[in-house]
């Protein structure tokens, strides 16, 4: 295939995608016919191996018969000596489109979606489900038509608490000829039938990387977002300049959506220093929304009324738009900065407490950062040069609580780089998928890495024993004790719960972790539910229980609410 100038230049211009500072090239401002030329450039990995195309009859015959040995409910692969100290990752898996969004569903599945089945970016015409109890193959997967007319590709995205449906907020538009304006459409995902439905009231305001947070009531804080990008114009068409969703406003599932007129800002999720892109927020026992800026500001939005907003005290190293962070404890946050730092936040008090922890290994633009079942925080992917794969960081770390250290782990096949996902699933495996839209590798594929906790500890890298829990509820509320029955009277060391994650853009915006209390009588447990919705806001959580090793059950899945 002959390769264009211009094609090369666009390669360049990924490359340097997500160095910071304002002359670099954003990789979500190409153009259609740039996007176009670009995935003309771009391999395609279906999970074979980059450049694989559909006339590629011998590859693909390859990728068919990996699909069919894996079509079965996923097993914990053998790892080699030390993967009870680096873990391991399954072979790589194809997928029907780029999972750049992805969300956990209450019965199991995984809702994806953000490119066409091509690789090029779109959420207008298509969405995924994966089930993993049908294993890997293609008989896992399931390709939808979407008909809503929106193009969710970089919508904002949660679950809502009590029904366990999806709601899409924005998302991207065509004006201009051009990508990447937004849209203010709303849109609802049912998992019972598998349809995605246009909702009658849209948002007040368009926002395209936008974040949801859910708050103590149950209600959706929508913060963040771009309006219109910035267009110069041509012969054809006028120019535009950018503008963003800088007023914040809030969904009820029973009540439509309210404004929060009294809390625009700029600098907390607006104009200023990329605060718009997909805003890092949480709901905080403070009872409001805390926000991480990329200077390193923090605020505080209350949602009541028309809403009010604040910066409060306390400040962090620059960060980055492309950088992960996650709550590993209840109101404790661990934030990925610029240049590998990190930083530890406790928002549990007015004052946040800022406080250094070990450095990554490297730097990780648009790489991403999980809780998993035990509360430490896996890192993976990204790249120490942004958008391409000279700085392509295949290696993964894993940041432990209790000693504020990095460990390295087990290495990828594949490059996460931007719009790739990482996502805890209820059997303590995390699922790692997608980057591309632009390359420099359109990955329609994914990875499961097996974390350590999964292996036995004597070297021989054979699956750990697990321990099981027969039964459990599936709904609780705020401090109620429940009833556990493990399948053996085996003491039981630690009962964690694990908020679903809702993952795009190197952040699950829903996820948190935290530790419950519990009693043991042989095989039944007493386990007693975190007292307050500001420390748990209602919805979909994994509840793990835990050895004396360390190992994880399979989670049953709980919903948290009154």
């Given at each position: 295939m002959r390769t264009s100038r211009r094609a090369l230049q666009l390669v360049a211009a990924v490359a340097l995608a997500g160095c910071g500072g304002s002359s670099t090239p954003d990789p979500e401002t190409l153009s259609p016919e740039d996007l176009a030329t670009e995935a003309d450039v771009a391999p395609i990995d279906h999970g074979?191996?980059?450049?694989?195309?559909?006339?590629?009859?011998?590859?693909?015959?390859?990728?068919?018969?990996?699909?069919?040995?894996?079509?079965?409910?996923?097993?914990?692969?053998?790892?080699?000596?030390?993967?009870?100290?680096?873990?391991?990752?399954?072979?790589?898996?194809?997928?029907?489109?780029?999972?750049?969004?992805?969300?956990?569903?209450?019965?199991?599945?995984?809702?994806?979606?953000?490119?066409?089945?091509?690789?090029?970016?779109s959420g207008l015409m298509h969405y995924a489900l994966w089930?993993?109890?049908?294993?890997?193959?293609?008989?896992?997967?399931?390709?939808?038509?979407?008909?809503?007319?929106?193009d969710i590709f970089c919508a904002g995205q949660a679950l809502l608490p009590d029904s366990g449906n999806v709601l899409l907020v924005g998302g991207d538009r065509i004006a201009n000829g051009k990508r990447n304006y937004a849209n203010n459409d709303v849109n609802v995902f049912t998992p019972s039938n598998n349809a995605l439905t246009r909702q009658s009231q849209s948002m007040a305001y368009q926002r395209w990387y936008a974040t949801l947070v859910t708050t103590s009531s149950g209600e959706q804080a929508v913060i963040g977002g771009r309006i219109d990008r910035l267009f110069e114009g041509n012969a054809q068409y006028p120019p535009t300049d950018a503008s963003y969703a800088s007023t914040p406003e809030v969904y009820s599932a029973t009540q439509g959506w309210r404004t929060l007129t009294t809390a625009k800002s700029e600098w907390a999720y607006g104009s200023n220093v990329q605060s718009w892109s997909y805003p890092r927020a949480w709901w905080s026992p403070q009872g409001k929304v805390?926000?991480?800026?990329?200077?390193?500001?923090?605020?505080?939005?209350?949602?009541?009324?028309?809403?009010?907003?604040?910066?409060?005290?306390?400040?962090?190293?620059?960060?980055?738009?492309?950088?992960?962070?996650?709550?590993?404890?209840?109101?404790?946050?661990?934030?990925?900065?610029?240049?590998?730092?990190?930083?530890?936040?406790?928002?549990?008090?007015?004052?946040?407490?800022?406080?250094?922890?070990?450095?990554?290994?490297?730097?990780?633009?648009?790489?991403n950062a999980t809780v998993l079942a035990d509360g430490k925080v896996w890192a993976n992917g990204g790249s120490t040069t942004g958008n391409d794969l000279a700085g392509a960081r295949y290696d993964s770390e894993t940041w432990d609580p209790a000693t504020g250290a990095w460990t390295l782990g087990a290495s990828a096949t594949k490059p996460r780089l931007y719009h790739s996902v990482s996502m805890l699933m209820p059997d303590g495996?995390?699922?790692?998928?997608?980057?591309?839209?632009?390359?420099?590798?359109?990955?329609?594929?994914?990875?499961?890495?097996?974390?350590?906790?999964?292996?036995?500890?004597?070297?021989?890298?054979?699956?750990?024993?697990?321990?099981?829990?027969?039964?459990?509820?599936?709904a609780a509320a705020w401090g109620q004790a429940v009833p556990v029955t493990m399948s053996e009277a085996a003491p039981v060391a630690r009962m964690t719960l694990v908020r679903f994650g809702a993952v795009t853009h190197?952040?699950?915006?829903?996820?948190?972790?935290?530790?419950?209390?519990?009693?043991?009588?042989?095989?039944?447990?007493?386990?007693?539910?975190?007292?307050?919705?500001?420390?748990?806001?209602?919805?979909?959580?994994?509840?793990?229980?835990?050895?004396?090793?360390?190992?994880?059950?399979?989670?049953?899945?709980?919903?948290?609410?009154?």
């Open positions: 074979a191996g980059p450049g694989m195309g559909a006339d590629d009859q011998q590859r693909s015959t390859r990728v068919s018969a990996l699909g069919k040995q894996a079509a079965q409910a996923i097993a914990v692969p053998n790892g080699g000596p030390d993967a009870h100290l680096r873990g391991a990752f399954g072979e790589p898996f194809s997928w029907p489109l780029i999972p750049l969004h992805t969300i956990l569903l209450p019965d199991g599945r995984v809702l994806s979606y953000g490119s066409k089945p091509s690789g090029i970016q089930d993993p109890l049908q294993g890997t193959g293609t008989e896992s997967k399931l390709l939808l038509s979407n008909t809503t007319g929106t805390i926000v991480f800026t990329v200077k390193g500001e923090i605020f505080a939005l209350d949602v009541a009324g028309t809403g009010s907003v604040a910066k409060v005290p306390g400040a962090m190293p620059t960060g980055a738009y492309m950088l992960p962070a996650a709550m590993y404890q209840p109101g404790k946050i661990l934030s990925v900065r610029a240049a590998a730092k990190a930083v530890v936040v406790d928002i549990n008090n007015a004052t946040p407490v800022v406080t250094p922890t070990a450095s990554l290994s490297a730097d990780r633009r648009f790489g495996s995390v699922l790692t998928g997608g980057g591309g839209a632009p390359g420099p590798v359109v990955n329609m594929n994914a990875e499961i890495y097996f974390p350590p906790y999964l292996y036995k500890t004597d070297g021989s890298g054979e699956p750990a024993v697990r321990p099981t829990i027969a039964t459990a509820p599936s190197a952040f699950s915006n829903e996820q948190r972790f935290q530790d419950v209390g519990f009693t043991q009588n042989g095989q039944d447990l007493t386990v007693t539910m975190p007292a307050s919705a500001n420390y748990a806001p209602p919805g979909f959580y994994m509840l793990f229980a835990l050895d004396a090793q360390g190992v994880p059950s399979q989670a049953k899945i709980l919903r948290l609410g009154a």
